[in-house]
C-alpha cells in the first residue's frame, strides 16, 4: 500500500509516458480532475509484450488478456512503447503468428489505443463486432470526447447483442457510463435495472451504479455505492478513484471527508496501473492539509514520467511557495474558533417564542446568519419590537458578537480604492453569487477564506490579495481571471 508520507516508490519508478486506461471527465476544467489515466508502470511484470500478445492472438479474448498486454507494455524490461509501435508498424507480419486470425484486428486496435493513437485506433475498430472490438472502439470514441457517436455505438451494439440473447456484461456496463456522459440517464437505468438481480452485488455494478447516482446529482448515495464497490473489490481503481473525488467535491468539506478522500486516492494508487490525476489529485488534499512536503512528491513524480504536464507543473510551483510562506498559527486557530462559533444554530439558545419564530421566518438559522442584520432590519420585521431586539442582543454577547458585526467584516473598505466597472456593471451581476462562476474546489475554498461572497466583493480584489491568501496560487488566480472575463469582469489594479 503507497504510504501517505512516501510516495517517493511512484517518482522513483516512472519512466513511460501517460497511458489513458479510463475515462470519466465530466468536467476537465476542474481543479480536482475527474479522469483516470494511468501514469507508471508496474514492478517488473513476469509476461513480455511479445508472450502477452501472442498469447492474446492465440486465445478466446478475455479482459484478462487486455490487463496483461498493458501490464506488459508498462513493465517489460525492454521500452514497452518502442517495442509496441514497432509490432504496429508492421502488423501483418507480427499478427500472422496468431493461432486465431479473427483475434488480429482487435488486438491491432488496442494496441493503437494504448500507445495514445485513438484516432488510428477508431479506424482500425470501425468494423471490428467482437465484443472486445466493439467495447475498445467505444472505448476510444470516448477518449477522442465523441460522447454522442460513442452513445450511437453503444445503441447498435446492444441492439445487435439483444438478437442473438443478452449483451456481454463489459458491452452492458461501457454503456451506462456512456449513457450518463451523453445525459441519457433513463437508457443508463434501464440496463442498471436489467443487470441487478443477476450482478448487483458485484463491484463493477455497484460502481456504475455510482456513475448513475452522481450523474443525477444524488451525491451522497454515489459515494455510498462507491464504497461497497470497494468493499467488493479492494482493487476497483476506479471506485477508489471516484469516491476520493466526490467526497472531497461533495463531502460538505469536513475534515472525515478529506481524510477518507485521501485514503481512497492513497488507495487508487496501490493498484496497478497508479493514475496520474489521482497522484495530482491527492497532491492537492496534501497541500490542504499544509502537507506541503508530500504534495511536492506528488507533483514532482507526476513531472519524473511527463516534464511536460502543465497542471502538475503549476500545482508544484504553488506548493513550492507554499512552503515558504508563514502564518500567524495563532490567528489561524482564532478564525478557526470564531467560525465554528458563527456555524452555532440559533435554536440552541433559549429564545422566547416570538422571537425565535421571527428569527426563523427572516430566515436566520445561525449566530453567522444573525451577525449579517442590523437593529434597523430586526426592528423593521413585523412583531419583532425592542424586548425581542434586547433578548438577540445579550444572546449574541454571550458569544463575542453583536448585530452588523459580519457587514463590518465582509463588507467593501471604503477608504480602498474602487473597480472602476463597478460603474459601469449592471447591479444583477454584481450581486450575482460567486457559486455562479463554478470554481474549481481549491478556488472556492480560497474564497471563503478571503470573504468573497458576490461578483462585487471579488472584482474589488487585486491580484496580489488573492495570492496572499493561503493555497491560492496561479492557478487558481488563472481560473479567476478567465472566469470573471467570461463576465467581462475583471480584477482591480
Known sequence: MVLARDVSWFAASARRECLVADSLTLN??????????????????????????TLAGASELTSDHFHDIQSAFLGDSE??????????????????SFGKSENAGVLHGFALFVLGQVGEAVETLAGEQSVWGRYYYIKAL????????????????????????SPALEISLLGVLVYCKARREEDALRILNALESEHGETSAFLFHKGLYLERISECQEAIEYYRKACDADDDNGDAYFRLGFCLDLYGRGSDENIDDAILAYENCLRIFPPHTNAVINLGILYEDRERYHDAIKCFEAVLHYNPNHER?????????????????????????????????????????????????????????????KTEQ????????????????????????????????????????????????????VLNRPIEDLNLSVRSRRCMERLGVKSMRDLINRTEVQLMSAKNFGMTSLNEIKRKLGELNLRLRG
Open 142 to 165: 470516448l477518449a477522442q470526447m465523441k460522447i454522442d457517436a460513442a452513445a450511437k455505438a453503444v445503441d447498435e451494439t446492444l441492439a445487435g447483442a439483444s438478437k442473438g440473447g
Open 312 to 372: 502538475a507543473k503549476l500545482f508544484l510551483e504553488d506548493a513550492i511557495a507554499c512552503t515558504r510562506m508563514f502564518y500567524d498559527k495563532e490567528e489561524e486557530k482564532k478564525a478557526d474558533r470564531q467560525s465554528q462559533v458563527l456555524k452555532i444554530p440559533v435554536s440552541d439558545f433559549e429564545l422566547s417564542v416570538r422571537s425565535r419564530n421571527c428569527l426563523q421566518k427572516m430566515n436566520i438559522n445561525t449566530l453567522g446568519d444573525l451577525i449579517m
Open 377 to 428: 432590519e430586526l426592528l423593521s420585521y413585523k412583531n419583532f419590537g425592542e424586548t425581542s431586539l434586547k433578548e438577540i442582543k445579550d444572546m449574541l454577547t454571550q458569544k463575542g458578537l453583536r448585530l452588523g458585526q459580519g457587514l463590518e467584516q465582509t463588507g467593501p473598505d471604503l477608504n480602498q480604492p474602487r473597480n472602476p466597472l463597478e460603474a459601469t456593471t449592471a447591479p444583477d
Open 28 to 53: 476537465p476544467e476542474e481543479d480536482i480532475l475527474e479522469t483516470n489515466e494511468a501514469v507508471v508502470e508496474t514492478p517488473q511484470n513476469e509476461t513480455s509484450l511479445t508472450d502477452a500478445l
Open 79 to 96: 521500452d514497452g512503447r518502442s517495442l509496441l509501435r514497432s509490432y504496429v508498424s508492421d502488423w501483418a507480419s507480427f499478427s500472422s
